[in-house]
């Protein structure tokens, strides 16, 4: 579904352990949807998801791409932090909104 379509998965690993992940997900030419962005609950804390959240800009930056956008739920105030810490900025969420769980929307013009 996502790498099929010309995205990608990421996943931070310890020792032999996958940590955290996310995914980038094809929209359009240079635009991707970041998504699937988790940390394992026994490891939060440690700023892995601000290390998994550097290495997709600087992916992201390399790749020439213009915009990353997201979706998520404002229940997730770590998320929301982090994602405004690394300049993304709150758009309109569309009526028809493709998660359930989502009221918010998210870009980042890179």
């Not at 955290?20 to 998504?35: D, Q, S, W």
């Not at 997709?56 to 929301?80: D, M, P, Q, R, V």
Request: charged share 20%; hydrophobic share 45%.
């Amino acid at each position: 579904m996502i790498i099929n379509k010309g995205g990608f998965i990421f996943f931070a690993k310890i020792d032999d352990q996958i940590v955290g992940t996310f995914a980038l997900i094809k929209m359009c030419n240079k635009v991707y949807e970041l998504g699937k962005m988790a940390v394992s609950p026994n490891f939060r804390g440690q700023q892995i998801g601000q290390q998994l959240m550097m290495h997709c800009l600087i992916f992201a930056k390399e790749k020439g791409w213009n915009k990353l956008t997201l979706y998520f739920s404002t229940k997730l105030k770590n998320a929301l932090h982090i994602y405004k810490k690394f300049g993304f900025n709150e758009i309109p969420l569309e009526n028809n909104t493709p998660y359930l769980r989502s009221d918010i929307k998210m870009e980042l013009i890179l």
